[in-house]
């Protein structure tokens, strides 16, 4: 390796091999990193973010500097804030997988924090040097922060609401006005929000490091970007563009504090993780780090001819999981974001890529989800998949392990069609309602496993879901190709805005009848950013590029739909009322003291369910309640026309409606305590809605 002459500033020793990373010390910062076909190593040392050239180069010595793969360096006296980056030597011959560049600058994939100041992505896909143009990462102390008491919080995951949200879009609206819109410090500054909602979780669209500066295309002279984040830069450090003051290292304590402030609120924090691909792409793509450290390590390569890449995920590349230097990678990462950020829980991307092994075949047992299943600091970390991949991997119900849970798209499927009124679905609804046993119980897993789901960041939002029956991504400048087109969606009437205050009326109940069937389904429901106030995408259901108000949490749709937000509210706060519905067993046909079964189904006549009816679109149960708990019973009518339910009786007790969706604010959801005592044997549900009844004694 042609090593360029610097004035050494910093003394070196020869260091240590573990841990990964820039690790600091009380002598000064220990350098390391593993490649297994490098012939030389260089660390690059900058004053400056911004600095075109290093201070100090540092040549490793394979005698003193190495360890089996492992190159290291200990520079002494080093302080944090400094900014480093690497050179990486060795073969470079495609054909058999190595792509080494000498003079291609690489960032450390076990940095805590980096800066794109000087990035230039064009320059990372061609060979030679870039020094000019690079990612500089910076070396903080991890150790240097008072957490306060703070740790994991630990809540049951059958207690768990989780709201999936992007901490960009969460304040970037100016009708927001928070101090940092776009950040970690601006979501803070809307946690007593999230606290009146009443989620448990908050589920953050990936704030790892990812390229947002990348122009996509250009429509109607506005640039695109990449906006959701999953593709991958940095797995240790948070993304630049959330911090307040990155270029000053503030990565790791900014994310800290929102952590912090988040517990204190008692809500957890889940990071979705994209450990299914990296941003490095296929063949073309840049080259920034696991391909200039050891390409035929960290990818999964084609057959004889190993300069192409398998593409299981559908973006260029696919991580090589089950490597035992990629699982140590991955495993690594997970417990620095638990240990030392204090995180509750992740939701992988792709989740299945991690079932494959190193010839790209599913396992029976995948090392590295056995070894996240089974390991010590992650033994009450939340774990969810999203148990399917682009090469057509779906493993709804089998994905490997025991407590790993999953996203339920069973669930989300069977429920739209369900209220979009299609006949002959209410034994998957039943199924979905309680648990998805037929997915999950064979298994020995429990409701728990099933993340409930209508809408994800992927998709219509809950609101374009009943105003939509086609996607309209045309803003996205793919001629409306992208994006799913089967959505399972009804717009009431009309495409997309209306005067017309049938259809709108008509819109508000649909969007209730989900958040109650999602609400009311044993397992862990999810409810996305802003669908608890009506925010649309105009029709957008694949906003990956859209860093813009299409994407971003309108504020104004707090006060302006503040009547759909209290249904929320009310309906979260009541959730905890339905302990039976919420428990995390499944139904076992127990008899209460008052004779009622832990789960009785019905039609509109009881005990008749209609399974086999071809045009049932209605479905009834009564839940009986255990220890003091109250029996509840629950009628859905997605037929468009009003049907009398008969109602159950139980000695020494009256109904009391808690809920009714064809009702008008305040009267659709009430308080505990505030129910409406109901007379007669039936009740007349409404087309098109939900009501639910206590029983209370006489």
């Not at 091999?17 to 690059?44: D, K, M």
């Not at 669930?411 to 209220?419: A, N």
């Not at 990956?544 to 108000?549: A, E, G, L, R, T």
């Not at 129910?675 to 007349?684: F, M, R």
Request: overall charge negative.
């Amino acid at each position: 390796m042609a090593i360029q002459s610097a004035t050494p500033t910093y003394t070196l020793a020869p260091g240590f091999s573990q841990p990964l990373g820039a690790t600091v010390t009380p002598q000064g910062v220990n350098f390391s990193l593993f490649s297994e076909a490098a012939t030389g190593v260089e660390l690059l040392l900058f004053d400056q973010h911004d600095d075109i050239h290093p201070f100090q180069i540092i040549p490793f010595d394979p005698i003193i500097n190495k360890t089996f793969h492992f190159w290291h360096v200990l520079v002494l006296g080093l302080p944090t804030g400094t900014h480093y980056a690497y050179r990486v030597n060795g073969p470079d011959r495609p054909q058999d997988g190595h792509r080494f560049d000498a003079k291609k600058v690489l960032i450390d994939p076990y940095s805590k924090g980096n800066n794109k100041t000087l990035w230039n992505r064009g320059k990372a896909c061609t060979p030679g040097s870039n020094l000019e143009s690079s990612i500089r990462c910076v070396v903080i102390d991890i150790n240097d922060y008072d957490w306060e008491g703070d740790r994991p919080l630990g809540r049951p995951m059958s207690e768990s609401i989780i709201y999936e949200m992007h901490v960009g879009g969460f304040t970037l609206s100016p009708s927001a006005g928070v101090r940092h819109p776009g950040t970690f410090t601006g979501l803070v500054e809307k946690i007593p929000y999230l606290q009146s909602l009443g989620v448990t979780a908050v589920e953050l669209l990936p704030i790892f490091e990812f390229d947002d500066t990348e122009v996509l295309r250009t429509v109607n002279d506005s640039p695109l970007y990449n906006y959701w984040g999953y593709s991958t830069m940095s797995y240790f450090a948070p993304h630049p563009s959330y911090c307040v003051n990155p270029e000053a290292g503030d990565h790791v304590r900014e994310f800290r504090d929102m952590v912090k402030a988040l517990h204190k609120a008692g809500i957890e924090v889940i990071l979705d993780v994209v450990f299914n691909h990296t941003d490095e792409g296929n063949h073309q793509g840049p080259m920034f780090s696991f391909k200039g450290l050891d390409n035929r390590i960290y990818y999964y390569l084609v057959g004889d001819d190993r300069q192409y890449y398998y593409d299981y995920t559908g973006c260029g590349n696919t991580f090589n999981c089950n490597h035992p230097v990629g699982e140590k990678f991955i495993l690594d990462c997970l417990r620095y974001w638990v240990r030392d950020m204090h995180v509750d829980g992740f939701r992988f991307d792709e989740g299945s890529v991690l079932s494959r092994g190193e010839d790209g075949q599913p396992m029976e047992h995948p090392p590295v989800v056995w070894a996240i299943e089974l390991d010590e600091v992650l033994k009450d970390t939340k774990t969810i998949a999203e148990a399917w991949d682009a090469a057509g991997l779906y493993q709804i119900g089998y994905f490997p392990g025991y407590r790993w849970a999953e996203w339920n798209g069973r669930y989300r499927d069977d429920m739209r069609r369900f209220v979009k009124g299609d006949p002959a679905v209410i034994g998957a609804v039943a199924s979905r309602l309680t648990g998805s046993a037929d997915l999950y119980q064979w298994r020995g897993h429990l409701p728990v496993n099933s993340v409930n789901f209508i809408t994800a960041h992927d998709g219509f939002t809950l609101y374009d879901l009943v105003a939509y029956n086609n996607k309209h991504n045309e803003a996205n400048g793919e001629h409306n190709q992208d994006g799913i087109n089967d959505n399972l969606s009804w717009n009431c009437g009309a495409e997309g805005d209306t005067t017309d205050q049938w259809v709108n009326d008509l819109r508000q109940r649909q969007i209730k009848n989900f958040a109650t069937l999602l609400l009311i389904s044993q397992g862990v429901p999810m409810l996305v950013m802003g669908d608890e106030v009506g925010r649309t995408q105009q029709g957008n259901n694949n906003a990956y590029c859209q860093n813009n108000p299409i994407s971003w949490f309108d504020w104004t749709l707090t006060e302006n739909n503040a009547d759909l937000l209290r249904f929320w509210q009310i309906l979260i706060r009541r959730r905890n009322h339905f302990k039976e519905l919420l428990a995390p067993r499944y139904f076992t046909g127990a008899i209460n003291e008052r004779g009622v079964a832990d789960l009785t189904w019905h039609g509109i006549c009881l005990h008749a369910p209609g399974w086999d009816d071809p045009n049932a679109r209605s479905l009834a149960f009564t839940v009986g309640g255990f220890n003091g708990d109250p029996d509840v019973h629950i009628m859905l009518n997605m037929y468009w026309e009003t049907l009398p339910f008969q109602l159950p009786q139980i000695s020494g007790y009256c109904w009391w409606r808690s809920l009714d969706t064809a009702l008008p604010s305040p009267h659709d959801v009430v308080e505990i305590g505030q129910e409406v005592a109901v007379t007669g044997n039936t009740y007349s549900v409404t087309g098109r809605s939900i009501v639910i009844l206590d029983a209370k004694p006489l």
